[in-house]
Nanobody, 115 residues
């Protein structure tokens, strides 16, 4: 599975960005896809994920501000990020998970929120 992420950038606090992650390869057996992020000096953390059946899961810190969605025809997952704040500054990584314990990662995309 290959993951191609795009959409990061610099935005002012309160602004919005949308990240995209296009998947290719053997994606039929993927159980869920999502986004993680890693800020300087911090561990990588889950931001949001969407499961094969369509359910979603969000970190508490982004609930109500971020929305994950997908376009099955394009094999693409999106992360709409609204009301961004400086704490959202991080490198964002697209992830695809295959049961029981296989993770695929895209190259990170930088999101920088200025105050």
């Amino acid at each position: 599975v290959q993951l191609q992420a795009s959409g990061g950038g610099l935005v002012q606090a309160g602004g919005s960005l949308r990240l995209s992650c296009a998947a290719s390869g053997s994606i039929v057996s993927i159980n869920n896809m999502g986004w993680y992020r890693q800020a300087p000096g911090k561990q990588r953390e889950l931001v949001a994920r969407i499961f094969k059946a369509g359910s979603t899961d969000y970190a508490d810190s982004v609930k109500g501000r971020f929305t994950i969605s997908r376009d099955n025809a394009k094999n693409t997952v999106y992360l709409q990020m609204n009301s961004l704040n400086v704490e959202d500054t991080a490198v964002y990584y697209c992830n695809a998970y295959r049961f029981p314990a296989i993770n695929y990662w895209g190259k990170g995309t930088q999101v920088t929120v200025s105050s």
